[in-house]
């Protein structure tokens, strides 16, 4: 088992920056890759980021390229997504999750989850 804490998340006005943490426990060298994804309300769950631990690649959805940078420090176990720039359209409760396989960007291909953090982006 793989256990995910976030933090982070906060009120924020457009324009501005946050840096969301998430803190991997448990059987972490089981994960080849960690992801965010992020969820409005009364919308679906969406991917927002990804990064495979060993190579470091990352993987975006368009929305947030040139803004959000995906970054994982291997000796603290944390996976961090660097906002900048933010939009009231990123406003939504931000979920970091980690997957064991080589397959990313669906929620699907990823086993573990956090509880969430929150990111209000005001206008």
């Known amino acids: 088992q793989v256990q995910l804490v976030e933090s982070g998340g906060q009120l924020v006005q457009a324009g501005g920056s946050l840096r969301l943490s998430c803190v991997a426990s448990?059987?972490?060298?089981?994960?080849?890759?960690m992801g965010w994804f992020r969820q409005a309300p009364g919308k679906e769950r969406e991917f927002v980021a990804d990064?495979?631990?060993?190579?470091?690649?990352?993987y975006y959805t368009d929305s947030v390229k040139g803004r959000f940078t995906i970054s994982y420090d291997n000796a603290k176990n944390t996976v961090y997504l660097q906002m900048n720039s933010l939009k009231p359209e990123d406003t939504a409760v931000y979920y970091c999750?980690?997957?064991?396989?080589?397959?990313?960007?669906?929620?699907?291909?990823?086993?573990?989850w956090g509880q969430g953090t929150q990111v209000t982006v005001s206008s």
């Open positions: 990064i495979t631990r060993n190579s470091g690649s990352t």
């Open positions: 999750a980690a997957r064991s396989g080589i397959l990313r960007g669906s929620s699907i291909r990823y086993a573990y």
């Open positions: 448990g059987r972490t060298f089981s994960t080849y890759g």
